[in-house]
């Protein structure tokens, strides 16, 4: 019997396509955004034009000076000064900041206070108003004593003789650090799923226990990218160390020696250069750490799952479970199963 010449196209099959063959290929046209374009190319011309101006129209900046002082010795040493000084105030500040996020979630009301009055202090007054104070220490105790309370001294030495100003700088940064780092550490705690604390109540573990062993490890997914910002904040904030004072960092450095020369603008570049390079390294160190910790988190799909599929979630605390597509809890396909 011959078949109608139109049920091939109402089939809604190609014509000469064989009875297998799938449904012809939608081919996607891209939008065109011409008025993206143009701004975007405006942007380029802009810069451009600010590089080139910058390059060959402005003497000011003086590149001949900046080439002779970025690798100068003594800005290199400085800039060694730096990082140290970020290094060890972010290592004090990461481990005060988790002992006072500790402290305003313990259940004993005076620890609580305590932290709660240290963080109003330090996050309300300004850094550098308390690197002055740190820098006046020696003016305010000249000497530090040990031995018996009210009773006998041991020893008397003075402050200026204990604590150099290098680590007076290393303690004031750390001690107001240590305040933001505080409610990052506490809101990592926050996040994750009080079901942890039960369970771990349930198992009988302490309160310490649960802490070092439970929250704070599953905390780490959310404390990681702040801290990553407040390193690189850290890393700035060493050019106000001159308020103590101290006189060996990058940005105190480059500012005597372009007094010396009567020429600031070109060792202020030589100064953002090394500030660049450093925050550079780090942003890309806190990528990879954030990888790191993101582990044991994402969904997997199953093989390309469509709607109505199961998806399989990771997670570091529960493992991985298989979980409907709607959400809820409990496993699919389980209706039925009760007699």
């Known amino acids: 019997m011959a078949t109608p010449s139109g049920s091939a196209s109402r089939s809604g099959a190609a014509p000469g396509a064989g009875p297998d063959s799938g449904p012809e290929r939608i081919k996607a046209i891209p939008l065109r955004h011409p008025v993206r374009n143009i701004i975007a190319v405006i942007i380029v011309l802009i810069v451009l034009a600010f590089l080139w101006d910058a390059a060959f129209n402005r003497p000011a900046y003086d590149w001949p000076a900046v080439g002779k002082y970025i690798f100068d ?46 963080l109003w202090i330090f996050r309300g007054t300004p850094v550098y108003v308390q690197l002055v104070f740190w820098g006046l220490l020696a003016t305010i105790y000249k000497t530090i004593s040990v031995g018996i309370p009210f009773t006998q001294v041991f020893t008397e030495f003075t402050t200026q003789d204990a604590i150099n100003v290098f680590w007076l700088a290393v303690i004031g940064l750390a001690l107001n650090e240590a305040a933001y780092m505080a ?37 780490m997914r959310v404390i990681i990218p702040p801290t990553g910002n ?55 160190g806190q990528y990879f750490l954030e990888r790191r910790f993101a582990r044991g988190t994402r969904h997997v799909d199953l093989g390309g799952a ?30 039925g199963t009760r007699s």
Do not use: C
């Not at 481990?95 to 500790?102: M, S």
């Not at 020429?263 to 942003?283: E, G, R």
């Not at 199961?310 to 699919?332: F, K």
């Open 230 to 284: 407040e390193v690189i904040s850290m890393l700035k904030t060493t050019s106000l160390v001159t308020a103590v004072p101290l006189s060996t960092d990058l940005y105190t450095r480059t500012r005597d020696i372009s007094a010396e020369t009567f020429n600031p603008i070109p060792l202020l570049i030589v100064a953002s250069i090394w500030y660049l390079f450093f925050t550079s390294l780090l942003m890309i």
């Open 306 to 335: 469509h709607q109505g599929d199961a998806m399989v979630v990771e997670t570091p605390a529960t493992g991985t479970i298989t979980a409907p597509p709607d959400g809820s809890r409990r496993p699919p396909h389980d209706e």
């Open 73 to 118: 010795v003594r800005v290199s040493q400085a800039a060694l000064v730096t990082l140290q000084l970020t290094v060890l105030a972010m290592v004090g500040a990461i481990v005060l900041g988790t002992l006072l996020a500790v402290m305003r979630l313990s259940p004993n009301p005076v620890l609580k206070s305590v932290a709660w009055v240290y």
């Open 183 to 219: 409610e990052i550490v506490r809101a990592g705690m926050l996040s994750v799923d009080p079901g942890q604390s039960e369970a771990s109540t349930a198992l009988g573990m302490s309160w310490s226990q649960t802490m070092r062993r439970i929250i704070i490890p599953q905390s």
